[in-house]
T-cell receptor
């Protein structure tokens, strides 16, 4: 069945450094890739998304890249801040309501 | 806009009891999705509902679990005769359409603990 693998499971970076989280999907029909940030005790919040007709999208310190051939997509956070510490989830969808989520990356930004 | 609301936020049940989880979608949203999150895992799709209709329940266990979204009132996920393995966080999301082109907004979740 459809599967999304996410790496790493945990990531610690110094404040101001960059963080990169990578996901691989299995369903070649996937065409929508959202990224969610989940803070402790809260629900996931969409932070950025990308559709298959573009290769990169940026929003201030956050960027997402997509390689459809390799079925990879990545989240890049630059100039990390302590408030970026959270669990990040990638997801893939074939243009329907059914999102397949990765297993999450716990990001810790060290002050 | 109040966002997606879920209650209760925490629920403790003994084995064999019933758990009832409620979700009120964002204003203007008529599509509701339930997901389950086990510790240290991603969210897994359970069921997709529109008002008075279950559209897709392929991710929901066939026994003991049921969901509804009545014409009036919140969506409800019901788990009968709970077992320890049901302990998880249950998230509800809503969207304006079910076409996959609209963002799914998530609620804060209900954390169910079965003792």
């Amino acid at each position: 069945g459809e599967n999304v693998e996410q790496h790493p499971s945990t990531l610690s970076v110094q404040e101001g450094d960059s963080a990169v989280i990578k996901c691989t999907y299995s369903d070649s029909a996937s065409n929508y890739f959202p990224w969610y940030k989940q803070e402790l005790g809260k629900g996931p919040q969409l932070i950025i998304d990308i559709r298959s007709n573009v290769g990169e999208k940026k929003d201030q310190r956050i960027a997402v890249t997509l390689n459809k051939t390799a079925k990879h997509f990545s989240l890049h956070i630059t100039e990390t801040q302590p408030e970026d510490s959270a669990v990040y989830f990638c997801a893939a969808s074939g243009g329907t309501y059914k999102y397949i989520f990765g297993t999450g990356t716990r990001l810790k930004v060290l002050a | 806009n109040a966002g997606v609301m879920q209650n209760p936020r925490h629920l403790v049940r003994r084995r064999g009891q019933e758990a009832r989880l409620r979700c009120s979608p964002m204003k203007g949203h008529s599509h509701v999705y339930w997901y389950r999150q086990l510790p240290e895992e991603g969210l897994k799709f359970m069921v997709y509902l529109q008002k008075e209709n279950i559209i897709d329940e392929s991710g929901m266990p066939k026994e003991r679990f049921s969901a509804e979204f009545p014409k009036e009132g919140p969506s409800i996920l019901r788990i009968q005769q709970v077992v320890r393995g049901d302990s998880a966080a249950y998230f509800c999301a809503s969207s304006t359409s079910g076409l996959g082109v609209d963002e799914q907004y998530f609620g804060p979740g209900t954390r169910l603990t079965v003792t």
